[in-house]
């Protein structure tokens, strides 16, 4: 359904009926509420709470931001890597806000608000800008953004800047599936058919490159929070894959260390995605966690 939420349109999902204790999911950059893997949601109901998912904006069926035009990814990351500023057409706060605003929409108070990857760092901001709102602070394969924190690998790194052999539609799944293969979990491998099926089927639901990049823009201009999650006093879960090549293991280590209290996970084998056996390891720690604050 669509909603009016920080004054522009967001496409959400809400799951599991009111009255329960509310669990917000922010996903990553370019990634649409779908890419939540429906055993994450059936098990987080099943378990009582009331699940909220969102596309962010610029992504999904939420508004896309067109008319602020397509930042020039090589000059931003020229700039991020020698320590200059980087503008973005929009904030990871921003993001936040609206993340705020389908809670403000939805007439939620308090939810524990769980994120991957960017979803990490906009629930961080979410957890910074919505004080005791925010029950507690779920991180996953994230960072904080910090300077000097090690990067994607650079093979990972190749083929994010890689271009798709063509610009048909089975061109553009060939070429995404390569790259969810890669940075997949090791340990836990997604089947060939099953990942390109998920990859067509997001596609064919909606595909924005330049709102990913405009997302892509705003993680690189998101350069204060790593000094500002020390003020955090919300209980923090900070979950990351030994064998994410994507965001090195590294950068879940600092976030739970500026982050008072935090509780770091490890999962070996664990890439940067969410597999069946990786669901499995995030709700064993995820459900003791928020049924621990709610208590």
């Known amino acids: 359904m669509k909603i009016r939420a920080n004054g522009i349109d967001i496409e959400v999902e809400d799951t599991g009926g009111e009255g329960r204790p509310v669990v917000l999911l922010i996903m990553g950059l370019g990634m649409q509420l779908i890419a939540w893997p429906q055993p994450l949601i059936d098990g987080l109901v099943e378990a009582g709470y009331r699940v909220v998912r969102l596309d962010n904006r610029d992504i999904g069926l939420s508004q896309r931001f067109d008319a602020l035009g397509r930042p020039n990814l090589l000059w931003l990351g020229m700039k991020y890597r020698m320590g200059f500023t980087v503008t973005s057409p929009y904030s990871l706060s ?102 390109r099926e998920r990859i067509a089927a997001a596609m064919a639901r909606s595909y924005n490159p330049a709102g990913f990049l405009r997302q892509l823009a705003a993680i690189m201009a998101d350069s204060a929070r790593a000094r500002q999650l020390a003020q955090l006093r919300c209980p923090t879960l900070v979950v990351h894959g030994k064998a994410d090549p994507l965001v090195p293991f590294a950068n879940g280590e600092d976030t739970a260390r500026r982050i008072a209290g935090a509780k770091l996970v490890a999962v070996e084998g664990m890439g940067h995605d969410l597999p069946p056996g990786v669901v499995q390891r995030l709700l064993a720690e995820l459900l003791p966690f928020v049924r621990e604050v709610a208590a």
Do not use: N, W, Y
């Not at 991957?116 to 906009?122: K, N, P, R, Y």
């Not at 919505?130 to 996953?140: A, E, F, H, K």
């Open 94 to 195: 921003d993001m936040a806000a609206d993340a705020l605003g389908v809670l403000d929409a939805l007439h939620i108070r308090k939810a524990h608000v769980v994120g991957v990857s960017m979803g990490g760092m906009i629930a961080q901001r979410v957890a910074l800008a919505g004080g005791d709102r925010v029950l507690s602070l779920t991180s996953i394969m994230s960072s904080s953004g910090a300077r000097g924190l090690p990067q994607a690998s650079p093979s990972v790194t190749r083929a994010l800047l890689s271009r798709p052999a063509g610009t048909d539609r089975a061109a553009l799944v060939d070429h995404t599936v390569k790259l969810f293969t890669l940075i997949g979990s090791p340990a836990f491998p997604t089947p060939p058919g099953e990942l």
